[in-house]
């Protein structure tokens, strides 16, 4: 650590301290790579001993009358920011320490007299397996910087897609609807539904929902894609004759600040009014109170038809329609930021299949990180089994963040 000669405080180059050995670009992820693993890369040690050894050194130098007003508040910023990271590393090193301890205890209880003691001891290192795994997470979290939406609402839609001969595309959206409205309550979150299409023969042809809570988009960002379905219909010749059908829907998940203005020209907008159809009370087809707005610049169209108030329809379609252009301006910004190599997730890719629900063998499929699940029916009631599956893909996104954080640290450190 030093001091610039104008006064200004930063950290001496990483690469002359840590000395990274290990390339990253040639570190191929084939398979999902958790917390721990990466943890156990020798770059990735040396670089958190590293900001270990320099938040030793800020604490110190804090202490110097030396320094004038403007290096005291430096030191104090850079102190605040590495603090929770050295506490962390040290967690996970205490942590790593009493799992090697154990399992040096369970190398020596091998005789059948001590059989209940091992089986004791292994159920112990579950445990602290899984506390491992846990403190890596939330040390890497601290690492790379917070993603600028991840606290939002978000405004989910589900569309079905098309498929030849029977509805299992249409009736697997309705599922895939329920199981984000189970979701919502399995997490304490608000479900407001602002538009429901049903189709005619029980399935569903569209349908949207504002979500909020805690860290909605968080958990529901890389849930935007394409998701693919393959099961033997329940009626017609198809399920006599036991032949599998594959159709697919669409989720879009876009993320909804509390401060977003996009300003909206009246004469931009086409607003129609139309009857509500489908569920909804006596006031379906009786009143216009069903809306429709087109951003004539854009093409975009969204509907609400929730409310029995034409304006409270109107006032969500409205809101919704400025989260739809609130999106394009975030897809441009990630775009410009992502690296080709980096992990297409969520918004990232929305028409990419992203996952496949094969009911016949009773398996779900995420594709962007080889991972498969049991029991359908576990994971379409939107709780435990979701969650799981969607902590799955945050852990996997986290580690690429933390990976690429790190080439582009390496870049940064060459060309200097």
């Not at 000395?19 to 990466?38: E, M, V, Y």
């Not at 509805?167 to 599922?175: M, P």
Request: with cysteine; glycine share 4%.
């Amino acid at each position: 650590v030093g001091l610039h000669n104008h006064g200004f405080w930063r950290p001496k180059s990483l690469l002359d301290t840590a000395r990274f050995t290990l390339s990253f670009n040639s570190w191929h992820r084939k398979i999902h790579q958790d917390s721990q693993a990466l943890w156990k890369h020798e770059a990735v040690q040396k670089y958190l001993e590293t900001l270990s050894k320099e938040y030793q050194q800020v604490s110190h130098l804090l202490n110097a009358d030396s320094l004038n007003d403007f290096e005291q508040r430096a030191l104090r910023r850079r102190c605040a920011n590495l603090s929770p990271i050295a506490a962390a590393f040290q967690e996970v090193k205490e942590a790593e320490r009493e799992v090697q301890e154990l399992e040096a205890m369970c190398r020596e209880l091998d005789s059948r007299d001590e059989k209940q003691l091992l089986e004791l001891a292994l159920e112990e290192k579950e445990t602290l397996d899984k506390k491992m795994n846990m403190l890596c997470r939330k040390l890497f979290q601290l690492l790379v910087p917070k993603e600028k939406y991840d606290r939002s609402p978000v405004i989910l839609e589900v569309t079905a897609g098309r498929t030849t001969g029977g509805d299992i595309c249409q009736q697997f959206t309705k599922e895939m609807f329920e199981m984000y409205q189970n979701y919502a309550d399995y997490k304490c979150w608000t479900f407001d539904i602002v538009n429901y299409m049903p189709a005619e023969i029980g399935g569903l042809h569209h349908a949207a929902a504002h979500i909020s809570g805690e860290d909605v988009y968080k958990h529901l960002k890389y849930e935007g894609g394409t998701h693919r379905v393959q099961r033997i219909p329940e009626t017609g010749m198809s399920s006599r004759m036991q032949r599998i059908h594959t159709g697919t829907m669409s989720v879009i998940v876009l993320p909804q600040p509390e401060e977003v203005d996009v300003k909206l020209d009246p004469k931009d907008l086409r607003i129609d009014t139309f009857r509500a159809k489908g569920a909804g009370g006596q006031h379906v087809n009786k009143t216009d109170s069903a809306v429709r707005i087109v951003h004539l610049p854009t093409g975009l169209a969204v509907e609400c038809q929730q409310e029995r108030s034409q304006q409270m329809n109107k006032e969500i379609a409205l809101r919704t329609l400025r989260a739809k252009l609130y999106q394009q301006i975030i897809e441009k910004h990630l775009s410009q930021e992502q690296s080709a190599r980096k992990l297409q997730l969520g918004t990232r890719a929305q028409s990419e299949r992203i996952r496949t629900y094969n009911f016949t063998q009773d398996r779900v499929t995420d594709h962007r990180i080889s991972y498969d699940a049991r029991n359908i029916k576990d994971i379409l009631s939107g709780k435990e089994a979701l969650d799981k599956l969607i902590n799955r893909l945050l852990e996997f996104a986290e580690v690429e963040a933390v990976t690429e954080y790190l080439e582009n640290l390496q870049g940064f450190e060459e060309d200097c």
